[in-house]
């Protein structure tokens, strides 16, 4: 699965438009990006920050994500505005279990540059490499409050398939509504195609 992906990635590093006219450069990350993708997370105000899985605020946890790049695992494509990263979205992949067939993706903008279309840039590109890499579904998991993305990903097609009212808890152990979305990858045109 990962030689897929491998050669999906070949199209990359890819320059893009967005809404404002302006140029971003979508491409994975590297190993030497290690403090620029930590400034990314540094500027996410300290509300939003809490709902991130992982303590991002520490380079050491960044250190870690760039030191250990195992696409096949985690791939973080980067969205790149002169010279600085100013998005992510991460295809998360479960290797073996009953989730195997199932990419998590994520997405994070930094403030400055939201409402341009990057986040939906980078979700479809990240979507077109699950689907490359043979993956079936794709699933996105959210808390309640994070309202501007679960309209982006519904935009996408994406339909909600559960909710769990105060399940997770934030970094400040304060407990919030789940929400898992989810999307279709493989097409009807494809099962055909297999047949035929
Ligand atoms: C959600 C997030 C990634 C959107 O990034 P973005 O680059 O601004 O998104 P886009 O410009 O591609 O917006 C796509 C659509 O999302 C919706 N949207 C984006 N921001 C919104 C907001 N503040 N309020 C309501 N809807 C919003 C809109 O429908 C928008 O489409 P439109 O501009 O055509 O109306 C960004 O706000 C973010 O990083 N949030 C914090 C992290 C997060 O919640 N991540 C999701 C966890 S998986």
């Not at 998360?92 to 990057?118: D, N, T």
């Not at 993956?135 to 982006?152: D, R």
Request: hydrophobic letters at 45%; charged letters at 30%; a positive charge.
């Amino acid at each position: 699965m990962s030689f897929s992906i491998e050669l999906e990635l070949q199209k990359f590093p890819k320059t893009i438009k967005l809404k404002d006219g302006k140029k971003a450069v979508l491409r994975p990350l590297k190993a030497d990006d290690e403090k620029a993708f930590h400034q990314l997370f540094l500027d996410i105000p300290e509300q939003e920050r809490m709902f991130i899985k992982h303590r991002v605020q520490d380079i050491k946890v960044i250190r870690d994500w760039c030191k250990n790049i195992d696409v096949g695992r985690n791939l973080p494509l980067l969205g790149v505005i002169d010279g600085k990263i100013v998005g992510s979205a991460t295809l998360h992949q479960r290797l073996g279990g009953w989730k195997r067939h199932i990419g998590r993706v994520s997405v994070l903008v930094h403030p400055e540059y939201r409402g341009r279309g990057l986040a939906t840039k980078l979700i479809t590109e990240i979507l077109g490499i699950a689907r490359e890499a043979g993956l079936e579904k794709a699933e996105a998991a959210f808390i309640a409050e994070q309202k501007a993305a679960m309209k982006m990903f519904a935009m996408l097609g994406f339909n909600q398939l559960v909710r769990l009212d105060d399940y997770v808890k934030d970094m400040q152990a304060i407990t919030h509504d789940y929400i898992l979305m989810g999307l279709e990858l493989k097409t009807d045109e494809e099962y055909a195609g297999v047949g035929g």
